[in-house]
């Protein structure tokens, strides 16, 4: 079955520091991948998605993200985090290409920004 | 409107009883989805719409649980009996179509059953 795996729940960095969020899939082929945003109370916003080509792709608010096929990730990262950017951020993937495309979220990692 | 609208924000009611949960989609988009977000958890899929058309519903926990889009726009969750459990955000999204469009996400409601 397909699945998605954020290894960390919770991260802690400094403001101006770099920011690396982990996520691995499980899936045959290439997948569609996303990642998103999520401040309190509010929905996702979309960050950024990797369909196919190059596999460094640019997404919003500074962050990009880089799909390794070989290791089944797709890391997201930022050079220079700032306090705005304390968040829950997940990882999905699309499978069912052909039923509008339902999506599978891994289970979030909280990011926390010290001043 | 600009961007997914759904009805109520938050939504208190007892254990029993039957609620209705509302989502308005961005305007022209044909695919619509619902997702069930428990606390500290990703969103959960629960269903999926083309138009109105009722598409893919595995992800709907118990026959409690009941969805519909008659005119191909607005959607309604509707879930009766309503157990503790039932207790989490649920979150509207929808999209141009295929899977590779991205999903727009409405802010949720959030459900607590007492």
């Known amino acids: 079955a397909q699945s998605v795996t954020q290894p960390d729940i919770h991260i802690t960095v400094s403001e101006g520091a770099s920011l690396e969020l982990r996520c691995n899939y499980s899936?045959?082929?290439?997948?569609?991948l996303f990642w998103y945003v999520q401040s309190p109370g509010q929905g996702l916003q979309l960050l950024l998605k990797?369909?196919?080509?190059?596999?460094l792709v640019q997404g919003i608010k500074g962050f990009e993200a880089e799909f390794k096929r070989s290791q089944s990730s797709f890391n997201l990262r930022k050079p220079s985090v700032h306090w705005s950017d304390a968040a829950e951020y997940f990882c999905?993937?699309?499978?069912?290409?052909?039923?509008?495309?339902?999506?599978?979220f891994g289970q979030g990692t909280e990011l926390s920004v010290k001043p | 409107g600009a961007g997914v609208s759904q009805s109520p924000r938050y939504k208190v009611a007892k254990r029993g009883q039957d609620v209705a949960l509302r989502c308005d989609p961005i305007?022209?988009?044909?695919?619509l989805f619902w997702y069930q977000q428990a606390l500290g958890q990703g969103p959960e899929f629960l269903t999926y719409?083309?138009?109105?058309?009722?598409?893919?519903k595995s992800g709907l926990p118990s026959d409690r649980f009941f969805a519909e889009r008659p005119e191909g726009s607005v959607s309604t969750l509707k879930i009766q009996r309503t157990q503790q459990e039932d207790s989490a955000v649920y979150l509207c999204?929808?999209?141009?179509?295929?899977?590779?469009?991205?999903?727009?996400f409405g802010d949720g409601t959030r459900l607590s059953i007492l």
């Open positions: 999204a929808s999209s141009r179509g295929q899977g590779n469009q991205p999903q727009h």
């Open positions: 899936y045959g082929a290439t997948p569609y």
């Open positions: 990797y369909f196919s080509g190059d596999t």
């Open positions: 999905a993937v699309v499978t069912t290409y052909n039923q509008g495309g339902k999506l599978i």
């Open positions: 305007s022209g988009h044909v695919s």
């Open positions: 719409f083309q138009n109105e058309a009722q598409l893919d």
